[in-house]
């Protein structure tokens, strides 16, 4: 896992398995699939170095890990319809933090998604929409809790969490903070929406607006030299954030295959600060 680690020389173990039932052809498709991913072993400040089996990193929960590992997982199950003027998925997503055979309190949170291509339609080809909800992380309702203590994407001992140099691995409505080695916001629901198609023979566009609602996270942080950690409440008020891009794409010379693009993108709210960002582009696109 590079340098700038919390726990230096981590290894990070990644498989997933699917299963589709129906034919390629067929109309109706329904798959089913298991994504999981483990940072492991590693060497740790104080304690030195941390050693897992391999059998029990592929196989195991993080309770197998015994603590020198920092699993999640996620199902992934879709149906696909498939006709010639219309391509459907409708897709959920359960994200899962504790152990990666058991929900456990976790199985209200994840994504769900519904896409539909057009082929033969112009004006709007594609869309997509999509709705994450990372709320609820183990909470026990049954015990009146509104929020568990799952901590998506954090680790108690691994305390750079899913994150590469900065940067969230996986969703990126969750982000770290510069001053922090894991994420600082986790606790979120957000509703995406894309829609992509032409606007002339020779131009395409493509709008993408993402809106969330962000609560923070609990932060973890070295408490002393014995790797024990402080749990700081990094929970906050609702926050929301606006995210938009717009992108036009233009064939200019269709002979050599040459096109421009131009796109302009807009993040505004409470969440991290304002920004803009404009791009213009000349492309080649060759072919055989």
């Known amino acids: 896992m590079d340098a700038g680690r919390f726990i230096l020389q981590a290894r990070l173990h990644e498989k997933s398995a699917y299963l589709r039932v129906g034919r390629a052809s067929a109309t109706l498709q329904v798959h089913l699939g298991l994504v999981h991913h483990v940072i492991w072993a590693g ?7 941390l050693l897992s089996r391999w059998t029990d990193v592929v196989f195991g929960s993080n309770k197998a890990l015994h603590g020198n590992g920092n ?13 010639r003027w219309i391509i459907a998925q409708v897709y959920r997503q359960f994200y899962q933090e504790d152990s990666t055979f058991d929900y456990q309190r976790n199985w209200r949170d994840g994504l769900w998604g519904v896409h539909v291509h057009l082929p033969r339609a112009r004006w709007v080809r594609s869309t997509v929409y999509e709705y994450l909800n990372m709320l ?8 009146g809790e509104q929020r568990g203590a799952d901590n998506y994407y954090n680790h108690s001992r691994y305390l750079s969490g899913w994150t590469y140099h900065r940067q969230t691995i996986g969703t990126p409505l969750i982000y770290p903070d510069l001053s922090y080695q894991g994420v600082a916001n986790n606790i979120l629901v957000a509703h995406h929406l894309g829609v992509q198609g032409h606007l002339h023979d020779r131009i395409d566009y493509r709008v993408l607006a993402t809106y969330s609602r962000n609560y923070g996270a609990v932060l973890l942080l070295p408490l002393d030299a014995v790797s024990q950690t402080d749990r700081v409440q990094g929970r906050t008020e609702r926050r929301d954030q606006w995210a938009v891009l717009i992108e036009l794409t ?10 421009l693009q131009g796109a302009a993108g807009l993040n505004r709210g409470e969440a991290y600060p304002d920004g803009v960002g404009l791009m213009l582009s000349l492309g080649w696109r060759g072919g055989a």
């Open 43 to 49: 060497q740790h400040p104080t304690e030195g170095v």
């Open 136 to 143: 609820w992380q183990g909470a026990r309702t049954e015990r």
């Open 71 to 83: 699993g999640v997982a996620m199902w992934d199950l879709s149906f696909d319809f498939r006709r």
């Open 250 to 259: 233009g064939v200019v010379l269709p002979q050599y295959g040459v096109y």
